[in-house]
């Protein structure tokens, strides 16, 4: 009842009280009542380009084929796989994201990260959390075991574990916040019944997997600074997990959350740890994707 008080709600201010578009200052009137906290108007959210994985249930059908496994485009529509997975086969299972890392939506997460404007943490908590709803039927199909009950998949795997993924002190200290804690922190806050309603035990574990101190003696780059190779080298061993969650870590399947994913040499390294300590599985999620 509350839900659908809000979406009226929701509905009278936008047409009243409209608020103005982050990019081109318009004023947002728009005309998708699922979403109730836009920052965009409607053309420039369909600037935004979304990433669709479709199978025969699916309602948007993807132009494009997808790797099961890291998620790059595939040319080949009759593949499954793309030629490096199959030639050096990642350590984590799964690659999902929302929208293509590509201007306008690389500006929103520029916003947020570097010029702290966490007004736009709903939208992306939004954002993220539908796209990952509405496609829960293919996530589950092809990622999860294969199974097409969730109950055998609840038995199978009893802890389901969305975590964050971590920064080191030295850029939280620059920072301020990590970017996907705060995203997490408010999809496990603000949408607890659709959480509910997939019928699997998950919960939001924070300080699961972290990020090794540097020494002063050694340079900590950006990833987002460097080629491929060096990121593969930046990121080596740069993660342990937590003393007290080991335990808890155990034949659990994981959900890593990070805001993009470009070379996926962050994400393997993640999962490489977390497999190594015990997780079953390893599915990340990102908000974008560098195709």
């Given at each position: 009842?509350?839900?659908?008080?809000?979406?009226?709600?929701?509905?009278?201010?936008?047409?009243?009280?409209?608020?103005?578009?982050?990019?081109?200052?318009?004023?947002?009137?728009?005309?998708?009542?699922?979403?109730?906290?836009?920052?965009?108007?409607?053309?420039?959210?369909?600037?935004?380009?979304?990433?669709?994985?479709?199978?025969?249930?699916?309602?948007?059908?993807?132009?494009?084929?997808?790797?099961?496994?890291?998620?790059?485009?595939?040319l080949n529509n009759n593949q499954?796989?793309?030629?490096?997975?199959?030639?050096?086969?990642?350590?984590?299972?799964?690659?999902?994201?929302?929208?293509?890392?590509?201007?306008?939506?690389?500006?929103?997460i520029h916003f947020f990260k570097?010029?702290?404007?966490?007004?736009?943490?709903?939208?992306?908590?939004?954002?993220?959390?539908?796209?990952?709803?509405?496609?829960?039927?293919?996530?589950?199909?092809?990622?999860?075991?294969?199974?097409?009950?969730?109950?055998?998949?609840?038995?199978?795997?009893?802890?389901?574990?969305?975590?964050?993924?971590?920064?080191?002190?030295?850029?939280?200290?620059?920072?301020?916040?990590?970017?996907?804690?705060?995203?997490?922190?408010?999809?496990?806050?603000?949408?607890?019944?659709?959480?509910?309603?997939?019928?699997?035990?998950?919960?939001?574990?924070?300080?699961?997997?972290?990020?090794?101190?540097?020494?002063?003696?050694?340079?900590?780059?950006?990833?987002?600074?460097?080629?491929?190779?060096?990121?593969?080298?930046?990121?080596?061993?740069?993660?342990?997990?937590?003393?007290?969650?080991?335990?808890?870590?155990?034949?659990?399947?994981?959900?890593?959350?990070?805001?993009?994913?470009?070379?996926?040499?962050?994400?393997?390294?993640?999962?490489?740890?977390?497999?190594?300590?015990?997780?079953?599985?390893?599915?990340?999620?990102?908000?974008?994707?560098?195709?």
């Amino acid at each position: 009842m509350l839900q659908v008080v809000n979406k009226i709600l929701n509905v009278f201010f936008n047409i009243f009280f409209p608020k103005s578009c982050y990019f081109c200052e318009s004023k947002i009137i728009s005309k998708n009542t699922t979403y109730q906290h836009n920052i965009l108007c409607d053309a420039c959210l369909n600037d935004c380009e979304k990433i669709y994985y479709s199978n025969e249930n699916s309602q948007q059908i993807s132009k494009e084929n997808f790797c099961l496994r890291c998620s790059n485009i595939i040319l080949n529509n009759n593949q499954k796989f793309c030629h490096q997975c199959l030639k050096n086969l990642p350590n984590f299972d799964s690659v999902f994201s929302v929208f293509k890392y590509q201007f306008p939506f690389k500006k929103i997460i520029h916003f947020f990260k570097y010029q702290h404007q966490f007004s736009v943490i709903p939208f992306l908590a939004e954002q993220f959390f539908y796209h990952f709803y509405n496609h829960f039927d293919f996530i589950k199909t092809n990622y999860l075991n294969n199974l097409n009950n969730l109950n055998n998949l609840n038995n199978l795997n009893k802890k389901n574990l969305f975590i964050p993924m971590p920064i080191n002190k030295q850029r939280l200290a620059e920072r301020g916040f990590n970017q996907t804690e705060l995203i997490l922190k408010y999809i496990f806050k603000h949408y607890k019944k659709q959480l509910k309603a997939l019928n699997i035990n998950i919960s939001l574990e924070l300080n699961l997997l972290l990020r090794k101190e540097f020494s002063k003696d050694e340079k900590v780059h950006l990833q987002a600074k460097l080629n491929a190779q060096q990121r593969k080298e930046n990121i080596k061993d740069a993660f342990f997990i937590a003393e007290k969650f080991k335990e808890n870590l155990q034949n659990s399947q994981i959900f890593l959350l990070d805001d993009v994913v470009t070379t996926g040499s962050t994400a393997n390294e993640a999962a490489k740890i977390l497999k190594a300590n015990g997780a079953s599985k390893v599915h990340i999620f990102s908000l974008a994707r560098r195709l």
